[in-house]
């Protein structure tokens, strides 16, 4: 499609277990985030790839959370021994930075992790 | 560090109305930026943007003002209707080409 697309839409897990949850981003966007919202809260950022540097990790809460863009376009978000307060909508996000580009981010959908 | 802030978390306002979400930001090298609305169960989508050359911008129903004396912006909304009824928030784009997000306001519209 053309729009950001990620999945699971929704993912129920159990304590302890590990999660993956993927974003395809627009393609030819070279910039893509990582947020996490909890219910009724604000975007909490976690992290941030351009292009081929370094991701911008600061907003990651623990080091049971990792990120990965593969090719520079795919990325993976990783949680592994999930707890319960990991229950939130990971938004995952686009933008372009190029020539004509305005850093206008374009959203999924979210896929909402839920941790029993 | 830097960051964007909101006044307002809730605002109810009566259909009809015009209703005004502000947003303070505290990054000075900020030149762009926008508008998002989050309705319930959905991504943020975008409203509408204005560089920091611009004091106003104007789209369907929507401006934004940007005040860069004060580091403020605010979005207004004409004839506020009930499917108006979102979070909002505002994000500012620094030098460094990452988003910052602010905390989000609920705007309620009553019938």
């Known amino acids: 499609g053309a729009g950001v697309s990620q999945s699971p839409s929704n993912k129920v897990t159990e304590k302890g277990k590990d999660v993956e949850l993927r974003c395809d981003p627009i393609?030819?966007?070279?910039?893509l985030y990582w947020y996490r919202q909890s219910l009724g809260q604000g975007l909490e950022f976690l992290i941030y790839f351009q292009g081929n540097s370094a991701p911008d990790k600061s907003g990651l809460p623990s080091d049971r959370f990792s990120a990965e863009r593969t090719g520079g376009s795919v990325s993976t978000l990783t949680i592994q021994r999930t707890q319960q307060e990991d229950s939130a909508v990971y938004l995952c996000?686009?933008?372009?930075f190029g020539q004509g580009g305005t850093g206008e981010l374009f959203f999924g959908e979210g896929s909402r992790l839920t941790v029993l | 560090g830097e960051s964007v802030g909101l006044h307002l978390p809730t605002l109810s306002v009566q259909e009809g109305d015009n209703s005004i979400i502000n947003c303070a930001y505290s990054?000075?090298?900020?030149?762009?930026f926008i508008w998002y609305k989050q309705e319930s169960g959905k991504g943020p989508q975008f409203i509408i943007d204005?560089?920091?050359?611009?004091d106003k911008r104007q789209g369907q129903r929507v401006t934004v003002l940007l005040n860069k004396t004060v580091k403020h912006l605010s979005l207004q909304i004409a004839a506020t209707q009930p499917g108006d009824s979102a979070v909002y928030f505002c994000?500012?784009?620094?030098?460094?080409?990452?988003?910052?997000f602010g905390g989000g306001t609920r705007l309620m519209v009553k019938p």
């Open positions: 990054n000075s090298a900020s030149d762009y």
């Open positions: 994000a500012e784009n620094n030098a460094g080409n990452m988003l910052t």
């Open positions: 393609s030819g966007h070279t910039a």
């Open positions: 996000a686009s933008s372009y």
């Open positions: 204005i560089r920091s050359n611009m």
